[in-house]
C-alpha cells in the first residue's frame, strides 16, 4: 500500500508520501481568523491544505548489509527536475535515518531494538533548492519498530521455595509462578506464554495459563519424603514450534503435621533406685518417640495406676521429650521393696483429621526395685520444745529425745549436743537415754529461750561416716519466777514549782518489774513506814499500779533548799510478793508551763536554745577570745602617741584633733570646764579660736572655785552669742576669711536637772523596787538583784 496526500481544487503543494503504512482519518480544515488592527477578527473561508499522515513501520533487529528501506516522501511541487531538496529532522535524523534529499527516500542504517525504543517522532520539510524557500511546511510523522520474537519468558524472581503439609488432598495449590516476555504483547503471538512442567510429575503438575503449581498425589508422607524439585518452562508464541522458552526450579518441603502416634521403643524397663533417694529428686527416665516434629512430636507423660502415682512423679523434659520419673515419698526397704509403674505417653496436639489412624498414645511397664541403704538414725519428731524453771539448780532436767535405727538391724544410737552452739554452755545430753538436762541455773531475764541442736548416730558409726548422723532442732523456754524486786520507772528528777499548793499532784509515777507479765501486772506503793512523816510530800495509790506525789507545803522556795529526796517502796503481786525502794530526788524550781511540761527556767532557756553542753563551751570560748582582742586593741590604742598638729600645711581651715584622755574631776591641769557651764567665766578666758595657739594655756582652778563658778547667775544665752558676733565683726585683727567659733553651753536651771555628772553631787539613790515583787514571777529575779544592790548600799 502506498500513502497519497492530496488538497482542495485548489492550485497548492501537495505531499505524497510513500511506504508500507495503515490510513488514518484525515483531519478537519479549520478556519483562518485575523485578528485586525481595530480589535475585530476575519475570517478566512478558504480551506487550508488537508494532510493525510501514516505511521511508517521498520522491523527491529535488521541484520541485512545494506540499510533498511523504511520509506518515501514525496512533494507536488517536485517536478522531477531536481529543485525540491528533502529535509529530515527529529530523533535519529542524520544518525538512525537518512533521507536522499532528491528524491525523499528514507532508510534506517542501524539495527532497532523495539525494547528500548517503540517509535522515533521526525519532521519533513520541502525547500527549494536554489531559493531555500520552504515549498512545504515543516511535518512531523512517527516511524515505529516493529517488534519480532527476539526475547524469551524469564522468571525474575526464581527460583522459588516453598511448603505444602502432607498429607495434602490432589489440588492442593503450592505456589504460582509468572514469567515476563520483553517482546510486545499486542502484537502477534511473541510475548503470549504457555506454562508445562519438565521436572517433579507425578507429584506435582502446573496451570499453564496461571502458573500456578499444585499437588498432583494424595497421602504424600513427610517420613518418607519431606524435599521435592520441581521444574517449570515457560513458552512464548503460545507454545507452538519456533517459540522461545525460559525455566525455573521451585524447591518445594512438606511440612509436617501430626499423624504419627508417640510409641515406646519397647513395653517393660526396669529401674534401680535406693532407699536413701531424696524426696522431689529425679530417680530414671523414660523416652517415648515420636516421627512428627515441633509441637506435633509433644509428648505428656503420666502414670496411670495408683501403686506407682502415689509414690513417684512424672514430668516432661520440653528439650529432650524425656519423662522424668521424681520421687513423691522416702522410700523404704524394709517396708516395700519394689513398685510396678504403668506410664502412659499422649500427644499434646491432636488433628481431628487424622483421628482414624488411632488414640495417638502409647503405655509401657516401669519397674522398680528398691534397694536397701544403711540410714541415719530417725528422730521421734521433727522439733522438740521443752520448758524448765528459771534459778533451777544445775543437774535439772530439761525433757528426752528420742531416735532409731530404721535400718533391719536396729542398731543402737548416741546421742551428742552440736559443739558450734552457744546452747552447749547451758545444756548437756545423756548420750544413751537422750536425756537433756542444765548445766548451770538459767536465768530468765537475760535469755528466755535458747535453741540447741541434738544430733544422733549409730553406735561407732560417728565421726568416720558423718553422712550417717541426724540433726534435730530442740528449742528450750526458761519459764519465769518471781525473782526481781519492781521499781520506780523513771530516772529522771521531779520538778516541784514554787507555786505549789498543799494537796496538788506534783507527778504520777509508775513501775516496772523485769519479771514477766503474770507476776509485774499489779503494783502497790507506800512511804517507807519506819521512818517518820515527810513534812513536804506524801504518795496515794491509785490502785492502778501508779501512784500520785503530792505536795504537803504552802510553798517552796529553791533558794533556800533546791532537792529533795522521797524514798517510795513499791510491791508487786508474785508469789511471794517482792518490794524494791526506789529514791526521788525532786528540784525545786519557778515553773514555765508548755502545755503539760513543767521545766525549770535555766533548761528551759536550755532546752529552747537547743544547744547542747559541747555548744555552749564553744560559744563561751568564742566571747573570751573576742574579749582579749578588745582589751589587747584598746591597750595598743593607749599606748600609741600621736602628734597634736596632723600636718604642717596651713591649718586655718582644718579640723584639729585631740585624742587625749582626760584625768577626770581630778585633773586640773588640762582645761578649764566653767567655760562650758557659765558665759560669765567664759568670758575671762576669751582668746582667738580661729589662730593656731602658741601654747596651749592651762588652767588650774580649784575645786572650790569652779564650784563657786557653777552657781552664778544664769546669763541668757542669745545674748552670750550677739555680743560674740559683735566683736567679732569690729575685731579688725581677724584674716580675711571665714572663721568658725564654736560655743558650747549647757544652760541652767532645766526642770528634769543636769545629766552631766560635772557637778552632781554623789548621792544615793532612794528609788524604792519593791513593786517588783507584785509584777510577778517575770520580775522576780530583778527585784532580787535590786533588793540585794539596796542592801549593799545600806550596809
Known sequence: ????????????????????????????????????????????????????????????????????????????????????????????????????????????????????????????????????????????????????????????????????????????????????????????????????????????????????????????????????????????????????????????????????????????????????????????????????????????????????????????????????ISLKKPLNYERKKTYTLHIEGTNTHMDPRFSYLGSFKDTATLKITVGDVDEAPVFSIDHYIMDVYENSPSGTEVGVVTARDPDSRNSPVRYFLDSKEEGVRYFRIDEISGLIRTTQPLDREDMAWHNITVMASEVGRYPDNPSLLSHVPVTVQVLDVNDNPPEIATDEEVIVCESSRPGQVIQTVTAVDKDDFANGQRFSFALPSQQPVNPNFTLKDNEDSTASIIGRRRRFNHLTQELYELPIVVWDGGEPSLSGTSTLTLRVCPCQHHGRIRMCQGEAFLSSAGLSTGALIAILLCIVILLAIVVLFVTLRRSKKEPLIISEEDIRENVVTYDDEGGGEEDTEAFDMIALRNPAAAEELKFRRDVRPEARKHCATPRSRRTKAVELDEVDVHEFIKQRLVEADVDTSVPPYDSLQTYAYEGQGSPTGSISPLDTPGTQSEQDYNYLDNWGPEFQKLAELYGEADSDVTT
Open 1 to 324: 500500500m502506498y500513502l497519497a496526500c492530496f488538497f482542495s481544487p485548489l492550485n497548492l503543494p501537495l505531499w505524497r508520501c510513500y511506504g508500507a503504512s495503515h490510513h488514518v482519518p484525515a483531519k478537519v480544515p479549520s478556519k483562518n481568523q485575523t485578528k485586525l488592527a481595530n480589535g475585530e477578527t476575519e475570517v478566512h473561508h478558504r480551506p487550508k491544505r488537508g494532510w493525510i499522515w501514516n505511521q511508517f513501520f521498520v522491523l527491529e533487529e535488521h541484520l541485512g548489509p545494506d540499510a533498511q528501506y523504511v520509506g518515501k516522501l514525496h512533494s507536488n511541487s517536485d517536478k522531477g527536475d531536481g529543485s525540491v531538496r528533502y529535509i529530515l529532522s527529529g530523533e535519529g535524523a542524520g544518525t538512525i535515518f537518512i533521507i536522499d534529499e532528491v528524491t525523499g527516500d528514507i532508510h534506517a542504517t542501524k539495527s532497532l531494538d523495539r525494547e528500548r525504543k517503540t517509535h522515533y517522532v521526525l519532521h519533513a520539510q520541502a525547500l527549494d533548492r536554489y531559493t531555500e524557500e520552504a515549498l512545504e511546511p515543516k511535518s512531523e510523522f512517527i516511524i515505529k519498530v516493529q517488534d519480532i520474537n527476539d526475547n524469551a519468558p524469564k522468571f525474575p524472581d526464581g527460583p522459588f521455595v516453598a511448603t505444602v503439609p502432607e498429607m495434602s488432598e490432589v489440588g492442593t495449590s503450592v505456589l504460582q509462578v509468572t514469567a515476563s516476555d520483553a517482546d510486545d504483547p499486542t502484537y502477534g503471538n511473541s510475548a503470549r506464554i504457555v506454562y508445562s512442567i519438565l521436572q517433579g510429575q507425578p507429584y506435582f503438575s502446573v496451570d499453564p495459563k496461571t502458573g500456578i503449581i499444585r499437588t498432583a498425589l494424595s497421602d504424600m508422607d513427610r517420613e518418607a519424603r519431606e524435599h521435592y524439585t520441581v521444574v517449570i518452562q515457560a513458552k512464548d508464541m503460545a507454545g507452538q514450534v519456533g517459540g522461545l522458552s525460559g525455566s525455573t526450579t521451585i524447591n518445594i518441603t512438606l511440612t509436617d503435621v501430626n499423624d504419627n502416634p508417640p510409641m515406646f521403643p519397647q513395653k517393660n524397663y526396669q529401674l534401680y533406685v535406693p532407699e536413701s533417694a531424696q524426696v522431689g529428686k529425679p530417680v530414671g527416665k523414660i523416652k517415648a518417640n515420636d516421627e512428627d516434629l515441633g509441637i506435633n512430636a509433644d509428648i505428656k507423660y503420666s502414670i496411670i495406676n495408683s501403686e506407682g502415682a502415689n509414690t513417684f512423679s512424672i514430668s516432661t523434659d520440653r528439650d529432650t521429650r524425656e519423662g522424668i
